[in-house]
């Protein structure tokens, strides 16, 4: 499976921006996609994930990120709304078939896509 991240961009604090995760080479409904974040200096860190038709949110962004999966286009977007200082980093997307208990790890994913900036602006 190849993964291609889109979407990132400079946006003011309280702003919206919406990332894809489009899929090829696989079939991308059969596995567990999740975002992760990797700010300048710090270790790459969860942030949503949906697997089997369910929703794992970090805290940080619940309430206000929303992942959701578009069958039709292999494609799963993470609409990302009061956007925050702090959620600047660069956005990556994986795949894999975890088990429950290691959604939030990075090991258990095993595709990985190049990743997007997002920069938000105080």
């Known amino acids: 499976v190849q993964l291609q991240a889109s979407g990132g961009g400079l946006v003011q604090a309280g702003g919206s921006l919406r990332l894809s995760c489009a899929a090829s080479?696989?079939?991308?409904?059969?596995?567990?996609v999740a975002w992760f974040r990797q700010a300048a200096g710090k270790e790459r860190e969860f942030v949503a994930t949906i697997r089997m038709g369910r929703t794992y949110y970090h805290d940080s962004v619940k309430g206000r990120f929303t992942i959701s999966r578009d069958g039709a286009k292999n494609t799963v977007h993470l609409q990302m709304n009061s956007l925050k200082p702090e959620d600047t980093a660069v956005y990556y997307c994986?795949?894999?078939?975890?088990?429950?208990?290691?959604?939030?790890?990075?090991?258990?994913?095993?595709?990985w896509g190049q990743g997007t900036e997002v920069t938000v602006s105080s």
């Open positions: 994986g795949a894999g078939r975890p088990i429950l208990s290691t959604i939030m790890r990075t090991s258990a994913y095993g595709y």
């Open positions: 080479g696989g079939t991308f409904s059969d596995y567990t």
